[in-house]
């Protein structure tokens, strides 16, 4: 989400002069865009920008902002505990962004964080893609699940769904542009239409996506599993652009801890889902979001999650262990863990996972998938980097000219997530 944001917001900046830099001692405008779900990114943004503070002593017109959800969350606090910040906006100012930086040059400037966001003029025009043939786009915004553990309710606030037809037109353009692959964003994509009285929006979406030219694959991220039914699962299965590629976070293996993270959803359940989408999407690959050490979570319940992860086997797998986020339910209950405790979780997790994640890319050699070339490997002139239709990473020798295009690709080689192969068609 926050680097589809970033493409909105280099599209603003271009259109009215800015040119971008690589090089930050050239720049008169510097952006943080942030995330608030954990509480390392923000530590590492305050280091971050205090580190900016020679820069701004060279040269007192430099603007140096905040945008996104961290922005959102601590508005003017910011402001105030850092005295180089001109400009702080959230996610659902970035259309106000040319007047806030007018306003920033004269004086501190802060967005007005309406808590409801909205797709009001957005286009086509107004991104900037960092790969012509791949965009990101955003078809709802916000979330109302109120997952203890979690702030995004709080700083992109309820669902909003982008009406059908505009999005439609949207990814029109985008074909019409060069663009073959699309990712479809939301906090909870599963209930897309449900806040413009649609049934399975979602689903119905996704059918007249397959209905555009020039779009070949079409992902999307994040589902929730609660809100994931058969029914759009053999729906979906049925269209050939879209990827076989879930994302399913499930985040504990226990019920307990999934009550207490108010998920909506038991392990039953999630097992349940599971089966289904591998019975009706066959060569699917899965992938999870998990959290351990949620506060209380005891041995055996956590045990309960590496039992799962066992049982999926997942191709990969995001893996945290739990964030104490203030304002959520979570952050004031009882039992809160150590970081030691929650660290030694995270490790015993990821060696889990890492072990299976090999031995599903292993599962890959001699195989022959179709690959999206995405860019050039820095090792070497001729070593390409791309990705099949399930999202695994494949690097093979080829050229520059095949960019943006299709080739075929034997794997010969793998590791934890990466495959490598030679090209048997382009």
Same mark, same amino acid.
């Given at each position: 989400m926050n680097?589809?944001?970033a493409?909105?917001?280099r599209?603003?900046l271009?259109?009215?002069g800015?040119?971008? !830099?690589?090089?930050e001692e050239?720049s008169?405008?510097?952006l943080? *865009?942030?995330?608030?779900?954990? $509480?390392h990114?923000e530590e ?6 205090r580190s =900016?503070s020679?820069?701004?002593?060279? #040269?007192?017109?430099l +603007? ?14 910011l402001l105030k505990?850092?005295?180089l910040i001109d400009? %702080?906006?959230g ?6 962004l040319?007047?806030?930086l007018? @306003?920033?040059k ?6 007005n964080f309406?808590?409801k ?5 957005e286009n !086509?025009?107004g991104?900037v893609l960092t790969?012509?043939?791949s965009?990101?786009? *955003?078809i709802?915004?916000?979330c109302t699940?109120?997952c ?15 009406p059908?037809?505009e999005?439609?037109?949207?990814i029109?353009?985008l074909?019409?542009? &060069?663009?073959?692959?699309?990712m479809?964003l &939301?906090?909870n994509?599963?209930?897309y239409g449900?806040?413009?009285?649609? !049934?399975?929006?979602?689903? /119905?979406?996704?059918e007249?996506?397959e209905?555009? #030219? &020039?779009i070949?694959?079409v992902?999307? =991220?994040?589902?929730?599993?609660r809100?994931?039914t @058969?029914?759009a699962i053999k ?6 652009k879209?990827?076989? $590629?879930y994302?399913l ?5 226990n019920n307990?801890?999934?009550q ?5 959803? !038991?392990?039953?359940?999630?097992i349940e =889902?599971?089966?289904q989408?591998?019975e009706?999407i066959?060569?699917?690959s899965?992938?999870t979001?998990i959290?351990?050490g949620?506060?209380?979570e005891t041995e055996e319940e956590f $045990?309960? /999650?590496?039992? +799962? %992860? ?5 191709e990969s797998?995001?893996?945290y262990?739990?964030s ?6 979570a952050a004031?209950?009882?039992g809160q863990l150590?970081?030691e405790?929650?660290? &030694?979780r995270?490790?015993r997790?990821i060696e %889990?996972?890492?072990?299976?994640s090999n031995?599903?890319?292993?599962? $890959?050699i001699g ?8 860019s ?5 002139e *001729?070593?390409?980097l791309g990705?099949t239709?399930t999202?695994r990473?494949v690097?093979f %020798?080829?050229?520059?000219s095949m960019i943006?295009n ?5 794997i010969d080689s793998?590791?934890n997530?990466t ?8």
């Open positions: 680097q589809a944001d493409q909105r917001i599209g603003i271009l259109s009215i800015y040119i971008e !830099t690589e090089k050239e008169d405008l510097i943080f *865009n942030t995330c608030s779900v954990r $509480q990114a590492r943004l305050l280091g971050r920008i =900016l020679p820069l701004k002593k060279q #040269n007192p017109e +603007l140096i902002g905040v945008s996104g959800c961290m922005a959102q969350n601590h508005k003017a606090e505990d850092l005295p400009l %702080v906006f996610p659902n100012d970035i259309n106000q040319q007047k806030l007018e @306003e920033a004269n004086k501190k400037a802060l967005g309406a808590c966001g909205t797709f009001e003029g !086509t025009d991104i790969r012509p043939f965009a990101m786009v *955003n709802i915004r916000g699940n109120f203890t553990y979690c702030i995004v309710p709080y700083v992109r606030g309820p669902e909003v769904s982008r059908i037809d999005l439609l037109k949207y029109s353009d074909a019409s542009k &060069g663009v073959k692959e699309i479809l &939301g906090q994509v599963n209930v449900k806040d413009l009285g649609m !049934t399975e929006g979602f689903a /119905t979406l996704l007249e996506i209905k555009i #030219n &020039g070949k694959w992902r999307f =991220l994040t589902s929730h599993p809100d994931f @058969e029914s729906r979906i299965a049925k269209l050939s879209v990827c076989e $590629q994302h976070p499930f985040q504990a293996g307990r801890i999934l207490a993270m108010h998920r909506g959803y !038991t392990r039953e359940r999630y =889902l599971i089966k989408v591998r009706n066959p060569n699917v899965l992938s979001d959290i351990c949620f506060p209380s $045990q309960d /999650t590496i039992d +799962l %992860v066992k049982q999926i086997r997942y797998a995001y893996m262990y739990y104490p986020r203030p304002g959520t339910k004031s209950m009882k150590s970081d405790v929650k660290k &030694g995270l490790a997790l %889990v996972q890492n072990q299976i031995e599903e890319s292993q599962k $890959q195989k022959t998938f179709e690959v999206l070339v995405e050039s490997a820095s090792r070497s *001729n070593a390409m990705k239709r999202g990473p690097d %020798v080829g050229n520059s943006g299709f080739v075929k690709v034997k793998a590791r997530w495959l490598s192969g030679k090209i048997v068609e382009a």
